[in-house]
């Protein structure tokens, strides 16, 4: 059984190689991503976001050490995408090999604008 730090590995380095089909094959028939745009349910549904998204140069994520707690990972990461910086923390659960989810939650300056109102401080 591959270890789930080696599959987060390998999804990282097809991402920055801009290779979306190694990218797929990572990801378990039956997976679901969640990302702020909605949930994609299928390795199909998935694989379209991907080939729409991923290429080479177009992304270059920089991963924090992972929390490891079994088959579930945890990461932050800052993301240089299309010239823009974002920060992300990326939640994996890998089962026998492949990714059986992944949730993406990104927190930009606009987000934090939802804190305004518990600070006082304007974004």
Known sequence: MTHA???VDA??????????EAVV????????LQNAAGTLNGREAIAAMYRAG?????MKPSPRPYVVNGDTMAVEIDLSANGKAVALADFFTV????IQRLAIYSLTPADARFFDDKTGEQS
């Open 5 to 7: 730090s080696a599959v």
């Open 54 to 58: 991923v290429a080479p140069g177009a």
């Open 95 to 98: 089962r026998e090999g492949k």
């Open 25 to 32: 094959d990572l990801f378990a028939p039956d997976a679901v």
């Open 11 to 20: 999804y990282f380095a097809a991402v920055v190689a801009g290779d979306p």
